[in-house]
């Protein structure tokens, strides 16, 4: 987006609906029709509805759509139904109602627990995601490295992982979900069990990655300051059933760092509404 001089680094639009009725959307929430000749959407999700068997709805008529190299935060109290929006859009569960399309075909998917294969080095779990993607033998070791130096951990790569910090295991997951090379990269709360510090170098490192590599990525949170550090757009989700009640642009995600005053300024105004939000589905 080309911005005018003298924009402010956060520079934040909101959309927001009622959870409680349902009347028609506000016209604020209705899609905006796209040009004929732009190209498709990364992620369109339409009118998706989840149940799990014959329980409550969990999520209920999710309409998103994220262009190519957006990076999109989804953030929600625990429960809401994130990761459940997550695993359909990465094709490892089906939606009730509605339908889900990613353009260019399967996502790569970084979950919480870096689950990376305890008896390979860091390089050869690499390697393997290249090798599942039919690389040739010789292409592979050269390639791992390329990507875990993209992740700062050349020096790492013939570690076991119980030799490696939970950041580094998380900087070897992220360099593996690389190596599947899709367009898409879906993260469910991949910095959640780290300490501030690695969490806030790793944010750094994330987005230095998605500029490099242009990928379009969808980021779980429940922690409202890293949606606020990371999001291009934060959607925000209520609970039973879950549903897109808020939406926040940032026109600007250049230098934003997470202790900068207009962090903590998004960041309070997103607790604000989520303290709602969870007020509202407590009532
Ligand atoms: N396989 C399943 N079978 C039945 N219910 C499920 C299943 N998976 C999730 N749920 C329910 O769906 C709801 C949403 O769960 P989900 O894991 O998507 O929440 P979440 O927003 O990711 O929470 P958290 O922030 O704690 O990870 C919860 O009530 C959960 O109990
Ligand atoms: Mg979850």
Known sequence: MILPPGTPVLRTSVRSASVRSRPPLPSTLVPTPRPAESPPAAISVSGLGKRFGTGPLVLDDIN???????FVCLLGASGCGKSTLLNIIAGLDKPTEGTVTVASGKAAVMFQDAALFPWLTAGRNVELALKLRGVPRAARRP???ELLDLVNLADAADKRPHELSGGM????ALARS??????????????????AITRDLLHEELERVWKQTGRTIVFVTHNVREAARLGQRILLMSSRPGRVVNEWTITDTGSRRIES?????????ITDQLRQEIRRNAA
């Open 143 to 145: 390639a791992a490295r």
């Open 178 to 195: 690389l190596a599947q090379d899709r367009r898409v990269l879906l993260m469910d709360e991949p910095f959640a069990a780290l300490d």
């Open 64 to 70: 998103v759509t994220i262009e190519a190299g957006q």
């Open 169 to 172: 295991r998380q900087r070897v």
């Open 261 to 269: 005053p207009e962090v903590a300024r998004l960041g309070d105004e």
